[in-house]
């Protein structure tokens, strides 16, 4: 299975973006995924995860009532909607699908896509 992030991009600070996580060569549904981020300097932090039916959603404390994690099966694709953007928030944005259908924090991550750029000005 291969994972290709999309939707990255520059806003300003406020904003909204959406990122995908489209799969291929497997079908997602079985899998629960991870959205992770890294910035320049710092570890990778788990930001989301939601399980294979989309029925359990999980978030960091940092993007609660901000982020949405949902998916479409059908169209083997995940997503991120990000709103009320802050500066903070930028960096490099990963998804990744978990061995397990469940999510047990961000654990058990064992296909990564390359990642999506954001960025978000002051």
């Known amino acids: 299975m291969q994972l290709v992030e999309s939707g990255g991009g520059s806003v300003e600070s406020g904003g909204s973006l959406t990122l995908s996580c489209a799969a291929s060569g497997a079908q997602l549904h079985y899998y629960a995924i991870g959205w992770f981020r890294q910035a320049p300097g710092k570890e990778r932090e788990g930001v989301s995860c939601?399980?294979?039916?989309?029925?359990?959603?999980n978030y960091a404390d940092s993007v609660k009532g901000r982020f949405t994690v949902s998916r479409d099966n059908a169209k083997n694709t995940v997503y991120l909607q990000m709103n009320s953007l802050k500066p903070e928030d930028s960096a490099t944005y990963y998804c990744a699908a978990s061995v397990r259908s469940t999510c047990r924090g961000y654990s058990g991550m064992n296909v990564w896509g390359r990642g999506t750029l954001v960025t978000v000005s002051a």
């Open positions: 939601i399980s294979s039916a989309g029925s359990s959603r």
